[in-house]
């Protein structure tokens, strides 16, 4: 839920959605492009080492990531 702790629920379900799209493209993508790795070197370690790469770059991007504090400080803050 860190669309909703960075952006708030107003905005929410657009960025899911944005979010949603892009990855529905990209894993629509990646098969063929490991599929075409394959092709290249009769293996599938260049599409292994690549996605353990990049889901580790985001797992740190993520772990790092800070919740910006709101405008009008904690008191500000509805519910």
Known sequence: M???KFF???VFAQLLG???LIAGIL???S???AGW???LTDSYRIAF???ILLSTLGALCTW???VPSPPGGIESMPG
């Open 2 to 4: 860190v669309l909703a």
């Open 49 to 51: 080492i690549s996605a």
């Open 8 to 10: 708030g629920p107003v």
């Open 64 to 66: 790092f990531l800070r």
């Open 27 to 29: 894993q629509a993508i």
């Open 31 to 33: 098969p063929g492009l």
């Open 37 to 39: 790795t394959h092709d």
């Open 18 to 20: 944005v979010n949603y």
